[in-house]
């Protein structure tokens, strides 16, 4: 299960880290790489589902 999600987050991170880098969006573009390491640095699906989705959101809770 956690090789699942960290392949869904990691995906989802590439497109913000591309959306990011195209639009010249900081926040955006930290936040992909957030997803495509954060997987690998965490095991517990509870905690990989809950820190995913907080990087997912951080880019619409943020605005600089």
Not at 13 to 42: C, D, E, N, T, W
Request: glycine share 12%; charged share 10%.
């Amino acid at each position: 299960m956690d090789l699942i999600l960290g392949l869904i987050f990691g995906t989802i991170g590439s497109a913000y880290f591309v959306y990011g880098r195209k639009q010249q969006h900081a926040i955006a573009l930290l936040a992909g790489v957030g997803l495509m390491v954060y997987p690998m640095l965490v095991s517990k699906e509870v905690w990989l589902i809950l820190g995913g989705l907080a990087f997912m959101a951080l880019p619409f809770l943020v605005s600089i």
